[in-house]
């Protein structure tokens, strides 16, 4: 049995990785089987090898209710984001549920997922987020905070299934990486401090929201001070409708 969701508001595109990543809180808390019958025609399709890019699916299709994925490797490219949703969405569902069955069965691919996300999360290539609206951007602030919390989502999954030194070395790595993260991302002669859009641009800032994965999971791996200093600064550029998604434009989400 699967379970499929339609995208709308823009293509009608089936399973959208990052369309069903904000709606997985809600899946958790009714029914986390639900989460999994989402996620597990996502995992089955690249499994069977439909999908020719090491890095995870956008989509299962470009029209639904057609779920016949994308064998020309030609969706909405989204590399770094989708690979840590799925990374995030699988741990949280399992945390859930206890069915680590469902990490056994797709380990392999949540690591090759993840050893996509150790060459490109530090210092993410010129790509989209799942703000594509916006357009891509090189080494986005968010986006990498996204990618390695990824990573250390997958040092959990690897412990949880046996394989202590993938676990040993994801974590190694996730911290190493997000001790360089907040040299490269936070402005920090800025007043008051806080993280940029993107690195070095210091007149910038952003909606940091990807640290909702990390406190989601309970991994209490991103420092505190991170979360305070995040808090502290939001209300300094609130306008009369809420913080804006970036220093590009005014709106938010």
Not at 37 to 63: C, F, M, R, V
Not at 106 to 124: A, C, G, I, N, R
Not at 176 to 203: E, H, V
Request: aromatic share 10%.
């Amino acid at each position: 049995m699967y379970t499929f969701l339609k995208e709308i508001s823009s293509n009608g595109n089936m399973n959208t990785v990052g369309v069903i990543f904000p709606a997985y809180p809600i899946f958790l808390c009714t029914n986390p089987e639900l989460l999994k019958l989402i996620l597990t025609p996502l995992l089955e399709n690249q499994k069977a090898g439909k999908y020719p890019n090491d890095y995870s699916i956008h989509d299962l299709g470009s029209s639904y209710p057609n779920a016949t994925g994308h064998s020309d490797g030609s969706d909405e490219k989204m590399p770094l984001e989708e690979c840590g949703n799925m990374l995030i969405m699988s741990l949280a569902y399992v945390q859930k549920s206890g069915d680590t069955d469902f990490l056994n069965d797709h380990y392999s691919l949540l690591k090759q997922w993840t050893s996509y996300l150790v060459e490109d999360s530090l210092y993410p290539a010129n790509q989209i987020s799942t703000d594509d609206f916006a357009g891509p951007l090189a080494n986005q602030t968010n986006l990498a905070l996204k990618g390695i919390i990824g990573i250390q989502a997958m040092a959990v999954i690897a412990n949880q299934t046996g394989h202590t030194a993938d676990a040993a070395d994801y974590s190694r790595i996730a911290k190493g990486y997000i001790t360089q993260w907040q040299d490269l991302a936070i402005a920090k002669g800025a007043n008051p401090p806080r993280t940029t859009l993107s690195y070095g641009d210091t007149a910038s800032h952003g909606l940091l929201y990807n640290l909702f994965a990390d406190a989601r999971l309970g991994l209490n791996f991103v420092p505190q001070s991170v979360y305070q200093m995040q808090s502290d600064f939001y209300p300094t550029v609130a306008n009369k409708y809420g913080v804006p998604l970036d220093t590009r434009h005014t709106y938010t989400k």
